[in-house]
């Protein structure tokens, strides 16, 4: 599935993105749809990026489902992975933005609250 998003250099699991936090690198947290309140929540869409300051090096974030079977698919066929066939990870709530951010570790999480806004988290 291509993504019409920028392609990024590397695919990473919430477990790998950890990994490069405590690198140093950084969490840009991307509103891609305007936030709406519904009920006990506000939907929207939100993705996640790694991004190494010192290089310019960035990864986005993908469900591990997704890293598994596109690794699968590209063995089978004996082809080398391309991150433009990835999906990001999408989140659609704040409660799930919440929660993806303290799974990796962020104490004063963001949720950037208009399309095209970008936050970043530092652990």
Known sequence: MTNQVQVSNEVLTLDMCREKLRDGWELHVVCAEDPVPAQNTVR???Y???YE?????WGVVVTQRDLYRERRRAQESGEKLDPSDYAYREIKTTTGLFNAQTELGI?????PGAKGVVMVARL
Do not use: E, H, Q
């Open 107 to 111: 104490t004063a999480t963001v949720s």
């Open 53 to 57: 300051p010192d290089s310019g090096r």
């Open 48 to 50: 996640l990026v790694a």
């Open 44 to 46: 929207g869409s939100w």
